[in-house]
């Protein structure tokens, strides 16, 4: 009996390796992603938040698991998410943060991502967990320069403070030796981490499809320096954990203070894919004020900019991902009962030069869309997050509603459902039936 016992606890003990061993990792092969011996490519979604909503209140929780369900229904498989933000609560500031103190970790919310993970799991679908963000909404390189130096954050329209000053100072993070040194004792301690949930080991998990260095890491006169820390940190990732992929988290060559490195580091062997965001009206290429005279240049420039990426990922031989894109409602509005005309067609448009090829020899990997706000409304369009409010698609330093898919966007979530299922099905959109008969809200 005592036997049978102790043989119950080795085979339950088990489960959580033998799950793993099932489960496939996603790998790159000959410019591709695999999952098992099938091309993998994605339709996905921006759930920054996830962290958070899985670590609050049994309520946020259950949101989360219906948000996660309703993204499974839309044929969503890809989701990347905020696996790291730092400092105490500020105004435009995520809050609560996972480090609030340098060195010093909030165990409720990496439990938050234990829970994420384990009910992604569940679902068959894969986790990009992103390390740092060069914006300060969710803490990243500004507040690590900010431990290290004892120096106030400058950040942008606020007491003076330009977006240029901003920049400069987050920057200085790929020369500070203490500021790099607390990101990478944050990173070895994710790569170390057992989830509490399910007790898988995250770098034995193949929920988690890559670590991502940060959320859109700008050189900012800061080239050499940004390329050896990349180097260093992918280097350092691979050489702990064999198994999961490692990409950047850049924006591409949209400007040389942004991304003048990125096609020398497209080629380089520790990055595994590339990425790619897009955001029209951040760039000034649309109004959407004034749509009718700015949405065509908008997206002939869009299309060039994702064509182009997509010939250097080519001869990298390394997938691209659009990880990052989104445009307003029309005429501006933030409201969320507002039309979509205009980003129904853009959503369309990308989309439809992201999955351009059935045999997958070229256009995008995957693309997530930014955001999923799923069923939170704005307290208020167009102003901006407070703490204590339920999160959206948009983050705190954004006005509330900008970028945002609601449940409540029927044409679009039509849209992208589309997508999801012409992916499964043939592994890019029938030329056939590439357009779906759209209505507006």
Not at 120 to 128: C, L, T
Not at 187 to 213: C, F, S
């Amino acid at each position: 009996m005592m036997r049978l016992f102790f043989g119950l606890v080795f085979v339950l003990g088990s489960l959580p390796l033998l799950w793993a061993q099932q489960k496939p990792f996603v790998r790159v092969a000959d410019g591709h992603f695999m999952k098992g011996d099938r091309t993998y490519r994605f339709l996905g979604t921006n759930l920054w938040y996830a962290m958070n909503l899985g670590a609050a209140a049994e309520t946020d929780r259950a949101r989360l698991v219906r948000e996660l369900d309703r993204l499974q229904a839309m044929g969503v498989q890809n989701i990347r998410l905020m696996a790291a933000t730092e400092g105490a609560p500020l105004m435009h500031r995520l809050s609560p943060t996972s480090q609030p103190a340098a060195g010093k970790y909030d165990e409720q919310l990496l439990l938050g991502l234990d829970f994420t993970l384990a009910e992604m799991a569940k679902r068959d679908m894969k986790a990009v967990l992103c390390l740092n963000n060069f914006f300060a909404w969710s803490g990243g390189m500004s507040q690590y320069v900010s431990w290290a130096t004892q120096t106030e954050i400058p950040f942008p329209d606020q007491q003076g403070h330009t977006w240029d000053e901003y920049q400069r100072y987050a920057a200085q993070f790929y020369t500070n030796v203490q500021a790099k040194a607390l990101y990478k004792k944050y990173v070895q301690m994710m790569l170390k981490r057992r989830n509490q949930v399910n007790g898988r080991r995250y770098k034995k998990d193949p929920t988690i499809m890559a670590w991502q260095l940060a959320n859109e890491p700008r050189e900012y006169g800061q080239t050499a320096a940004y390329i050896d820390w990349v180097d260093k940190t992918a280097r350092f990732i691979h050489r702990k954990d064999k198994k999961h992929l490692v990409s950047i988290g850049s924006e591409g060559k949209v400007a040389d203070y942004a991304g003048d490195a990125w096609e020398q580091l497209a080629h380089n062997p520790h990055i595994d894919y590339l990425t790619l965001h897009l955001w029209v009206e951040n760039w000034s290429w649309y109004n959407p004020k004034q749509a009718e005279t700015t949405f065509d240049s908008a997206r002939i420039k869009a299309k060039a900019y994702l064509s182009k990426h997509l010939e250097m990922a080519k001869k990298a031989e390394k997938p691209l991902v659009l990880e990052e894109f989104g445009i307003g409602r029309d005429h501006g509005s933030m409201d969320p009962a507002a039309s979509v005309q205009y980003r129904n067609q853009y959503y369309q448009e990308m989309l439809d030069l992201c999955f351009n090829d059935k045999k997958g020899h070229c256009g995008a990997a995957g693309a997530n869309f930014w955001s999923w706000a799923g069923e939170v409304m704005p307290a208020e369009p167009g102003a901006f997050w407070q703490p204590g409010q339920p999160f959206g698609g948009d983050p705190p330093h954004e006005r509330q509603g900008w970028y945002s898919v609601f449940l409540s966007d029927q044409s679009t979530i039509d849209l992208l459902k589309h997508f999801a299922r012409q992916i499964a099905q043939t592994g890019a959109p029938d030329s056939k039936d590439s357009k779906p008969n759209l209505k507006t809200e």
